[in-house]
């Protein structure tokens, strides 16, 4: 059975957001309207979302004045983790933790992306 996974973000800023993950994560968009982005790889879709469309008795109306993603590490599995994380510092990112070896056996680093969402940009498992 093939798995996709699609993944909504809700964000404040959509122009933002769309730039953070085309450029620093380097995900390929797809589609962008004025309330929403897609972008695509292999199985995963990410979709943002501005959340100015949350209307205040929908299940995530609490998103607009709480931390967002608490609870939720967004995983993204890269064949070249260093030059990734090279690539990333260069542009001068702020990271939530440096690139390491983990006790697991991979290597990864920790950023949060411009709504507060943490992303671990990690190897493949050998």
């Given at each position: 059975?093939?798995l996709n ?12 957001s769309?730039?953070?993950?085309k450029?620093v994560?380097?995900?390929e ?5 004025e309330?929403?982005a897609?972008?695509k ?6 979709l ?12 995530f109306?609490?998103i607009k ?8 590490e ?7 983790v ?17 690139l390491k070896?983990q ?5 990864d680093?920790r950023l ?10 990690t190897s493949?498992k050998k």
């Amino acid at each position: 059975m093939t798995l996709n996974i699609r993944l909504e973000l809700f964000v404040k800023d959509l122009q933002r957001s769309v730039d953070f993950y085309k450029n620093v994560i380097q995900l390929e968009l797809s589609s962008q309207n004025e309330n929403s982005a897609m972008f695509k790889a292999e199985n995963l879709n990410l979709l943002l979302t501005q959340e100015d469309v949350i209307s205040n008795n929908h299940y995530f109306s609490e998103i607009k004045t709480s931390r967002k993603g608490m609870g939720v590490e967004i995983i993204l599995v890269v064949p070249d983790v260093q030059s990734y994380y090279q690539r990333i510092c260069e542009m001068q990112i702020e990271l939530e933790s440096e690139l390491k070896q983990q006790e697991w056996g991979m290597t990864d680093f920790r950023l949060t992306d411009p709504d507060g969402y943490y992303l671990r940009i990690t190897s493949p498992k050998k």
